[in-house]
């Protein structure tokens, strides 16, 4: 996996963490921050045409 895709798949995984305790915790403008945070970085994986789901079998194991 090259530094790119490494970088964006683990500020895919951020951002949905951080919206998932956004919601958790109650805080729409958080939640909508961070699902539009999330709907950029898939529109750049999709323009340089990063897998983005195959990244996170690996970051789980890292992580």
Partial sequence: MTEFMRTLHLRIY???ES?????RNGD?????????????L???AARHGVD???GYRDL????
């Fill in 42 to 44: 898939v529109e750049i």
């Fill in 14 to 16: 951020d951002a949905v």
């Fill in 28 to 40: 729409g403008d958080l939640a909508i921050t961070q699902a539009g945070e999330i709907e950029d």
């Fill in 60 to 63: 789980v194991r890292v992580a």
């Fill in 19 to 23: 919206l998932r305790r956004a919601r």
């Fill in 52 to 54: 983005i789901d195959s």
